[in-house]
């Protein structure tokens, strides 16, 4: 007989890790697989301050600080005005944003989740899950098997778990990041982030701890496929023609190579489907990174998801109920971001360029 869980969690990203840590510290049985060893590069290095509260709230704020988190100040921006525009974080009453090594971030979260009683699996993926009317089979890597009451999908913006069992994927835009990294920088003065706007796309440079620096170059696929801007020549091309990213990095090239990742705003949606299944952070809604608010909605996601899930152990038979208020809280919250993300973009006049120009007509539509 395979081990029998409350719930089986897919996938130890932040929200993954939370929704475990949640659910166990209320005495639920919970397995986490998570395919790596937090041994690749990971990217979302940035944090929101409003990741203190949930921190706090998640009662791991002391393992955080541990980390030795740089603390960020805030955002230059240089977006359709050429000068630089100066956001901080004093605003925001928790007085620093912050520039984490996100491999350590995502660790920690996995080992406060185990230390509350969840059974945490590295190096293990999901290979098939399939619900019999009572429990869901979880078959993963090395033929290993589970039974669970409940599953959660917190694979990320692969949603992996969900697209399996048949929920759809709806795409907003086609957007990559191209990002590499520069060490050996003396980050003491660098603690922001600086983003700019070019014409195919925009830059993100962040310090991270340990005397290195992030550069991202957002694209759209297509674009990046045009003009083969994940190869380092065009890339650095483009780098050292913005003013203040390339001012900031200097004219050294990137220490590492060039690594694309997907960054597509989209919504996972699984219509009259009432199965005890819940998507959760990026698998459930991945937003622009431009947001900046990635690793803060997967924790304030988990949130919501342990609730529903708490109450689907507790109450199976409300789950049709359930589910549909989890996905409609889900539903505003993308409604809510378009909005924000078109604002973000429509402030953009200054470049006439396929980049922004789909923007603006999604903004319009
Ligand atoms: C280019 C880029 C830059 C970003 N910058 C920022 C930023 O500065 N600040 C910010 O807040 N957010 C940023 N984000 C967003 C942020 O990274 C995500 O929103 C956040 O990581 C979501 O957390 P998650 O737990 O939902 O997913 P993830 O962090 O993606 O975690 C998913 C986990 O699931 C695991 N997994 C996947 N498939 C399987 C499987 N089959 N079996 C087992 N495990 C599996 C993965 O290994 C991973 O650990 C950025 C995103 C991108 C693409």
């Given at each position: 007989?395979?081990?029998?869980?409350?719930?089986?969690?897919?996938?130890?990203?932040?929200?993954?890790?939370?929704?475990?840590?949640?659910?166990?510290?209320?005495?639920?049985?919970?397995?986490?697989?998570?395919?790596?060893?937090?041994?690749?590069?990971?990217?979302?290095?940035?944090?929101?301050?409003?990741?203190?509260?949930?921190?706090?709230?998640?009662?791991?704020?002391?393992?955080?600080?541990?980390?030795?988190?740089?603390?960020?100040?805030?955002?230059?921006?240089?977006?359709?005005?050429?000068?630089?525009?100066?956001?901080?974080?004093?605003?925001?009453?928790?007085?620093?944003?912050?520039?984490?090594?996100?491999?350590?971030?995502?660790?920690?979260?996995?080992?406060?989740?185990?230390?509350?009683?969840?059974?945490?699996?590295?190096?293990?993926?999901?290979?098939?899950?399939?619900?019999?009317?009572?429990?869901?089979?979880?078959?993963?890597?090395?033929?290993?098997?589970?039974?669970?009451?409940?599953?959660?999908?917190?694979?990320?913006?692969?949603?992996?778990?969900?697209?399996?069992?048949?929920?759809?994927?709806?795409?907003?835009?086609?957007?990559?990041?191209?990002?590499?990294?520069?060490?050996?920088?003396?980050?003491?003065?660098?603690?922001?982030?600086?983003?700019?706007?070019?014409?195919?796309?925009?830059?993100?440079?962040?310090?991270?701890?340990g005397g290195a620096m992030v550069g991202m170059l957002m694209t759209d696929a297509d674009l990046c496929r045009r003009d083969r801007l994940a190869s380092a020549g065009p890339w650095h091309n483009r780098l050292f023609a913005t003013t203040a990213t390339a001012?900031?990095?200097?004219?050294?090239?990137?220490?590492?190579?060039?690594?694309?990742?997907?960054?597509?705003?989209?919504?996972?949606?699984?219509?009259?489907?009432?199965?005890?299944?819940?998507?959760?952070?990026?698998?459930?809604?991945?937003?622009?990174p431009i947001s900046g608010s990635g690793v803060q909605r997967a924790l304030q996601t988990a949130a919501g998801a342990a609730d529903t899930l708490i109450g689907l152990l507790d109450r199976p038979g409300d789950a049709a109920t359930l589910i549909t208020q989890?996905?409609?809280?889900?539903?505003?919250?993308?409604?809510?971001?378009?909005?924000?993300?078109?604002?973000?973009?429509?402030?953009?006049?200054?470049?006439?360029?396929?980049?922004?120009?789909?923007?603006?007509?999604?903004?319009?539509?």
């Open positions: 007989m395979p081990a029998m869980y409350d719930v089986v969690v897919v996938g130890g990203g932040p929200a993954g890790t939370a929704t475990a840590l949640r659910l166990a510290s209320t005495g639920r049985s919970v397995a986490l697989l998570e395919r790596s060893h937090f041994d690749h590069p990971r990217v979302g290095e940035t944090l929101a301050p409003a990741v203190q509260p949930l921190l706090r709230e998640l009662g791991v704020w002391d393992r955080y600080c541990a980390l030795r988190p740089l603390p960020s100040w805030g955002t230059r921006s240089i977006w359709d005005d050429p000068e630089p525009a100066e956001h901080s974080h004093l605003a925001s009453g928790y007085a620093s944003g912050w520039h984490v090594d996100r491999r350590a971030f995502d660790r920690m979260l996995a080992d406060a989740a185990a230390d509350a009683g969840t059974d945490v699996l590295m190096r293990t993926s999901l290979v098939n899950c399939r619900y019999d009317g009572a429990a869901w089979n979880v078959v993963c890597s090395g033929e290993r098997r589970l039974a669970a009451r409940l599953v959660v999908d917190a694979t990320g913006r692969s949603a992996v778990l969900g697209r399996s069992l048949g929920a759809r994927r709806l795409a907003f835009d086609r957007l990559v990041g191209i990002t590499a990294q520069w060490h050996g920088v003396n980050v003491t003065d660098e603690q922001y982030l600086l983003v700019e706007a070019a014409a195919d796309g925009w830059w993100y440079t962040a310090p991270l701890p001012e900031r990095i200097g004219p050294r090239s990137a220490s590492s190579a060039l690594l694309v990742y997907p960054a597509a705003s989209r919504r996972t949606t699984r219509l009259h489907d009432v199965r005890p299944w819940l998507a959760v952070g990026d698998a459930a809604l991945s937003v622009d989890y996905e409609s809280a889900r539903d505003t919250e993308c409604t809510t971001y378009l909005i924000e993300r078109a604002h973000y973009y429509n402030a953009v006049r200054r470049y006439p360029t396929p980049f922004w120009n789909r923007r603006k007509l999604h903004a319009a539509a």
